[in-house]
């Protein structure tokens, strides 16, 4: 409950500088809403893609939602990442409501409405994933390493990298948590129920 609220109080200061380059030293167990401008040493090289998948719908590998590939990953990140800015951009909550899985995201997305200034619309692909590493796959979760752009958002297009927490809640992939650092608590996103959103 403490870390939501830390999370919470550090959402709003987040929100205005989203791209920004963020000190190095160190590493914060508060998780952040959105990813956040790090160096990155990760080696997995992903091609931009630009189609995306509804978060109504799993991408599916012989009929299970269990993510196997970075291609697959990289959709569904894509997918809840275009909602979340989406969301913003048209400050419609039922957007972010559809593409988040805690309140804290909610909430921090509640923040970025006033807050979050687009130079266009968000378009799938614009947002570009320059590494993407799978953390975590398996039935209930799905945690990737990601390095990637959104050039739609007034300011410097600078790349942001992150651990991502996605949850499955039975009929899509829902974005749970972000990381600022790979060494992060990530992993206590990945267990226990989604409570309901406010």
């Not at 921090?108 to 320059?130: K, Q």
């Not at 990298?161 to 790979?182: E, H």
Request: glycine share 6%; hydrophobic share 45%.
């Amino acid at each position: 409950m403490i870390r939501r609220l830390l999370a919470g109080l550090i959402v709003v200061g987040l929100a205005v500088g989203i791209w920004a380059l963020w000190p190095k030293a160190g590493s914060d167990p508060t998780p952040t809403t959105m990813p956040v401008a790090v160096e990155t040493t990760t080696t997995t090289t992903m091609a931009a893609s630009t189609t995306s998948s509804p978060t109504t719908s799993s991408t599916t590998t012989g009929g299970s939602h269990v993510v196997t590939t970075v291609e697959e990953a990289e959709e569904i990140l894509r997918s809840l990442w275009l909602g979340w800015f989406e969301g913003i951009y048209n400050q419609d909550e039922d957007r972010i409501r559809e593409v988040v899985g805690t309140q804290t995201m909610l909430d921090a997305a509640r923040a970025a409405f006033e807050a979050l200034e687009f130079i266009v619309p968000p378009a799938a692909d614009a947002i570009e994933f320059e590494e993407l590493e799978i953390l975590r796959s398996d039935a209930a979760c799905l945690a990737v390493w990601i390095a990637g752009t959104a050039p739609f958002i007034d300011g410097p297009t600078t790349t942001t990298a992150s651990v991502d927490v996605m949850r499955w809640t039975g009929t899509r992939w829902v974005l749970v948590a972000t990381w600022q650092f790979r060494e992060d608590l990530w992993e206590s996103d990945c267990d226990g129920e989604l409570e309901p959103l406010s």
